[in-house]
Nanobody, 124 residues
Framework: QVQLVESGGGSVQAGGSLSLSCAAS????????MAWFRQAPGKEREGVAA???????NYADSVKGRFTISKDNAKNTLALQMNSLKPEDTAMYYC??????????????????WGQGTQVTVSS
């Protein structure tokens, strides 16, 4: 049973914007913590932005001021608005959900659910 489904990836030139969305279903809908991670080829998966059920957010230093995470509890969706994109933002982006507050600090093992990923490519 698919719990998280991402959409919205694509290709954009540096300086452009993209918006990602993640639809939660089943048990994932009740997760108190959700986050976006990304993984570039040959690199480890890293946290990008996270949010809890009270709206508290955390961002990786590399995306602060450029990315905004938001959650629509009524629609069970998670969004990531990405502005001023850079080539180094190129990666597969994954939605994650879990019940542990460690997910807010980007602990990979704190996620109970993962989406299949959506590719973001930024060209210079």
């Amino acid at each position: 049973q698919v719990q998280l489904v991402e959409s919205g990836g694509g290709s954009v030139q540096a300086g452009g914007s993209l918006s990602l969305s993640c639809a939660a279903s089943g048990s994932a809908r009740s997760s108190n913590y959700m986050a976006w991670f990304r993984q570039a080829p040959g690199k480890e998966r890293e946290g990008v932005a996270a949010i809890d059920s009270d709206g508290r957010t955390n961002y990786a230093d590399s995306v602060k001021g450029r990315f905004t995470i938001s959650k629509d509890n009524a629609k069970n969706t998670l969004a990531l608005q990405m502005n001023s994109l850079k080539p180094e933002d190129t990666a597969m982006y994954y939605c994650a959900a879990g019940s542990s507050p460690l997910l807010l600090r980007f602990w990979v093992l704190a996620a109970n659910y993962w989406g299949q990923g959506t590719q973001v490519t930024v060209s210079s």
